[in-house]
């Protein structure tokens, strides 16, 4: 089993649509959770954090589910620019520290 | 504020070559990270340097190497180049490591080809 899974998508979504997306992860060590978008052909670039309480940012959601290990995106009224992947990480520290990526899920706005 | 920089952008190199690539993390970051992005695959960690220290590295060979500076930039070194070692590769810092709480911020990567 993937240390951190996602679904890889690609997810269609018209301009307007809700969307979210999930990811579980499989150390119940894990310490800390982030959610990075990442453009073709680009590095990844921190989206937000993600806290226990849950927390926004504008037209995006995160949530963190430590009970059943995963963490949500939910990302409201997409627009064009939000066509990218979507990249779940984790942090834990188990006699050393140690960041994960997910694969990554695709998604694609269109008009 | 200055992002991560990495230089060069685009490296070629041929089989059994070495590469080596650079990376100065934003000022006042002490911890550099080396990551290997291979087409189409997702990010697999490679290498964590602290305060001039190597922290931890993940399952690649030992002809990857690296090391950091005084002034906390990186260097990435790959010897005997193999062809499967073309891939993108991403430098990220973050501030003192021991929070496992910091984000990382990412440099623009290096494109290494090996023909």
């Known amino acids: 089993r993937k240390e951190v899974e996602q679904d890889p998508g690609p997810f269609n979504v018209p301009e307007g649509a809700t969307v979210a997306f999930n990811c579980t992860y499989s150390?119940?060590?894990?310490?800390?959770f982030f959610w990075y978008r990442q453009d073709c052909r680009k590095e990844p670039k921190l989206l937000m954090s993600?806290?226990?309480s849950g927390n926004e940012d504008g037209r995006f959601t995160a949530q963190l589910n430590r009970a059943s290990q995963y963490i949500s995106l939910l990302i409201r009224d997409s627009k064009l620019s939000d066509s990218a992947t979507y990249l779940c990480?984790?942090?834990?520290?188990?006699?050393?520290?140690?960041?994960?990526f997910g694969a990554g899920t695709r998604l694609f706005v269109k008009a | 504020e200055a992002g991560v920089t990495q230089s060069p952008t685009h490296l070629i190199k041929t089989r059994g070559q070495q590469a080596t690539l650079r990376c100065s993390p934003i000022?006042?970051?002490?911890?550099v990270y080396w990551y290997q992005q291979a087409l189409g695959l997702g990010l697999q960690f490679l290498l964590w340097?602290?305060?001039?220290?190597?922290?931890n590295r993940g399952n690649f060979p030992p002809r990857f190497s690296g090391r950091q500076f005084p002034n906390y930039s990186s260097e990435l070194n790959v010897n005997a180049l193999e062809l499967e070692d073309s891939a993108l590769y991403l430098c990220?810092?973050?501030?003192?490591?021991?929070?496992?709480?910091?984000?990382?911020?990412f440099g623009p990567g290096t494109r290494l080809t090996v023909t």
């Open positions: 990220a810092s973050s501030p003192r490591s021991g929070m496992v709480s910091y984000e990382q911020y």
């Open positions: 150390n119940s060590a894990s310490q800390s």
């Open positions: 993600v806290y226990s």
């Open positions: 990480v984790v942090n834990l520290n188990t006699g050393g520290f140690k960041t994960i």
């Open positions: 000022s006042g970051h002490t911890s």
């Open positions: 340097y602290d305060e001039g220290e190597e922290r």
